[in-house]
């Protein structure tokens, strides 16, 4: 089961907006939200779900808002998460900002949205450029005699409308990588994980099948086939509602009818051993009224690489004043507010 009803509250946990999709528990279980979810700040054991007796508030922050659905039943929370923010991308497209200033200019619209993208506490449709060509946003540019609803909806692909025609067909692929790591105080390395997107640009006429070829090494990374001690696997791989995951299960081939535009195929995470990008070292020196703190940066990528926009921040004591800085490359800025001195690098050789 999912979702019985979503509200959307502002900072102080009133509700601005809310839809009620079945009915079984009652919308005055939300002023219990804020209250508990204060107390358990308090107690410093919050959690994304709070419980009250038999309800369940599931909550997601986004700026000055909460989002929370509440439910009776063992929900699917994975579901009610991924649709929460599913919600934040949709409305954003349609009001550039998600805040509470946007939700009182646009209550109609979004009460629209809230129809279509649930029904009965599942989600339905949830991509943005479909629902865009049912909800319009002044909401009158509707013709009358049209059916209100585009086939889009009902056909199998939901994700892309048919028709679509391009003098020159072209695909843009672009992959992504972060990398995260943790390093302790003597320099080892704690934690080290990359972070990928593969994110997709597509023109394309009519309904195209694509498949997406992976090499061998990443074939036998997302099979867990890879042999030798320092075997690294792909994990948490997210795939785009379009991938067929039978044929994925099957031979691991990525066969998918790709939406109009811009839209991300896949993400995954990758647990594996990386040297950091650029290697910081520092030593700080207290004396009676001052502190200082000299901090050397090593690049340790290929040397025909560069790094752009490298931003260090140095945390510095809350009651530092009067900073003085020298930099051999670069500039260096004081933030009070943050209690930091960022160093800025724009080209790091």
Not at 75 to 95: D, M
Request: one cysteine or more; aromatic letters at 10%; glycine letters at 6%.
């Amino acid at each position: 089961m999912s979702a019985s009803a979503v509200f959307i509250l502002d900072v102080k946990g009133k509700p601005l907006i809310s839809r009620n999709y079945k009915g079984d528990v009652a919308m005055s279980e939300i002023e219990h939200f804020m209250p508990l979810l204060m107390q358990r700040e308090e107690e410093g054991a919050l959690a994304p779900l709070l419980s009250r007796g038999r309800v369940h508030f599931l909550w997601i922050k986004h700026s000055n808002l909460y989002l929370v659905a509440t439910t009776l039943k063992n929900a699917n929370a994975s579901l009610v998460y991924a649709f929460l923010y599913k919600t934040v991308e949709v409305f954003s497209e349609y009001f550039k900002e998600l805040e509470e200033e946007s939700i009182r200019d646009n209550f109609v619209i979004i009460y629209e949205l809230l129809d279509e993208l649930m029904d009965f506490g599942f989600p339905q449709t949830t991509d943005s450029k479909i629902l865009q060509e049912y909800i319009t946003q002044q909401g009158n540019k509707l013709e009358t005699g049209k059916s209100r609803v585009p086939p889009t909806v009902t056909n199998a692909v939901s994700w892309r409308s048919e028709g679509i025609k391009y003098k020159k067909n072209e695909v843009f692929i672009d992959v992504i990588e972060s990398v995260n790591l943790l390093v302790n105080a003597n320099g080892s390395v704690l934690l080290s994980e990359i972070v990928g997107t593969i994110k997709l640009k597509v023109f394309l006429s009519g309904m195209p099948e694509l498949r997406l070829g992976l090499n061998d090494r990443v074939l036998f990374e997302l099979t867990g086939l890879s042999g030798g001690k320092n075997k690294s696997e792909l994990e948490d791989v997210k795939f785009h509602q379009c991938v067929r995951l039978s044929r994925f299960d099957n031979d691991r081939t990525i066969s998918f009818i790709p939406p109009d535009g811009d839209f991300e195929l896949m993400s995954y995470r990758l647990s594996t051993q990386v040297k950091p990008l650029i290697w910081i070292e520092s030593v700080i020196e207290k004396f009676h009224s001052r502190v200082e703190i000299m901090v050397k940066a090593k690049g340790q990528f290929k040397k025909q690489s560069v790094a752009n926009g490298v931003e260090i921040s140095v945390p510095v004591p809350s009651d530092a004043d009067s900073p003085r800085f020298k930099t051999s490359v670069g500039s260096a800025k004081y933030m009070p507010e943050k209690n930091v001195v960022i160093w800025n690098i724009k080209s790091f050789p």
